[in-house]
């Protein structure tokens, strides 16, 4: 996660920064259940210190809007495949909607057959991933979620990009403590804190990524104007990066990340690929006791000296923007205003 560094910071109330985005959203075109999804994403995002998808994305939207390449209002179709299987047609529109639209059935299949799979297809992800997982957790469910994005990251081993930052969420309930949660991309960092390093006009550590000449690089602009990540962890991540596309665009029928052309949509931001679902109902195997297991295993990883959880920081800013309000840079906050006029 990036935190604001540059320039005076305001502080909002959750519920009025995710009434800024939801009317922001609207004016650029989008409906208001699309809207309202979207803006409670990015307003998350931002509100737990993951601003390299809060508020940071929001002009990616509106050019991508304006571009004609998403439609903000399209309308979900929900199929109920099988007893375990949900799958969705996001129908050229934004995978959040979608997650929504199914979200119900998912939960009663997964309660009824111990596991379900939901598939989304046809669908825009610009986002996070964790929020898609961590409402599951709070159910005392167990979530699992890939998906897919644009060609940016060089397999290992390989000459030129191919997979996208392709992230894997996780959530599990722990009792008596927030959900245990992370989301982490297979590629060496998230492209949106690339950006933010560019902008900020930072360096990078090395080993993330390669310029367009293929050598190693720590200037986050060679990555971006030619070059590419590289997946974490060599070969490991690239395995896991090959994963999330087989399995949130082969086996929901999404676009793998270098299938889709948006050349002819300039402004266009968002990657139009799949994403998959899988949650689990741990009471099937052990009753009540799932979430209680968890906290063990969370308390004996602390006495072995780990100082913080998967999570935990984001714990933290979201407890701090409940008493203080959602952290903002004050040209942030002016520039959101203007995408209102």
Known sequence: MSTPSHGPLVRVPFADLQALLQRIFQRHGCSETVAGVLAHNCSSAQRDGAHSHGVFRIPGYVSTLASGWVDGRATPTVTDVAPGYVRVDAAGGFAQPALAAARQLLIEKARKAGI?????HNSHHFAALWPDVEPFADQGLVALSVVNSMTCVVPHGARKPLFGTNPIAFAAPCAGQPPIVFDMATSAMAHGDVQIAARAGEQLAEGMGVDAQGQPTTDPRAILEGGALLPFGGHKGSALSMMVELLAAALTGGHFSWEFDWSGHPGAKTPWTGQLLIVID?????GSRFAQRSRELVEHMQACGLSRMPGERRYREREAAEREGVA?????LQSLTALLG
């Open 116 to 120: 379900a799979v939901l598939a989304i």
């Open 282 to 286: 741990p009471s099937m195997a052990e």
């Open 328 to 332: 903002l840079q004050e040209q942030e």
